[in-house]
DNA sequence: TGGCTAGTACGATGGGTGTCGAACCGTATC
DNA sequence: GATACGGTTCGACACCCATCGTACTAGCCA
């Protein structure tokens, strides 16, 4: 019996929260994997963003976004490749995630 | 020597933090209120939003609010008249405001 | 003066959050 | 198999946060 659902327990698109979303999005450092995962637009393994925090922090900022729906996380041999949910934000929250963004950018 | 300048420690609007006002925004009373003020457009006090919580309390998400930049506050009479910073926020962060709103409506 | 109303200040409390290190697991490679 | 690598899990810790009740202050009105 192991535990290594984690990487499913994803909202569907209906149901991503947008208080969770926000909060999500309002701590610097996630704010920052959110950036960089959006400027490269390609799945991205965990450990390839340069963040001043140990790896646990690390996995527990990808869960939060991965729970608030910001996120989809993918197993590929010994990486979890993260990819923003683009579409879904969009679909759900129109303009918002860009909003952010170019609020980051400002 | 009282401590009555608290309606006073609101940012300019060049400091306003996108990080403070995300996380002012994940709480849902205070989007709540957010919404309710933006619907109003007009100065409201404190007491006019129908909140399912108390007075003290009240009064934290205001301030939360306020030093976070999203609500201005200025006394009339014993009331605290609450508005949207609409034009700082839109400045600062162009669509971001609409785009919660719009999703928190959506 | 006295009371009423609107709101703040304070202290307490329970729960969440960001952080870490150490231990562990899965997968690859030697 | 042994070793290394990428991540997760698990306490533990300090801190923050939403909430409350009580006490308090400021302004208004009779």
Redesign the interface.
Known sequence: MTFLQTATDQPAREDID???V??A????IR?EIVAALDSRAEACPTGSFEVPVSKSTCTHHFRVLREAGVVRQRREGTARLNTLRRDDLEA?????L???L???A?
């Open positions: 947008l208080g969770a926000l909060h999005l309002s701590d610097p704010l759900r929250f129109p303009g918002l860009d909003a952010v170019d609020a980051k400002g």
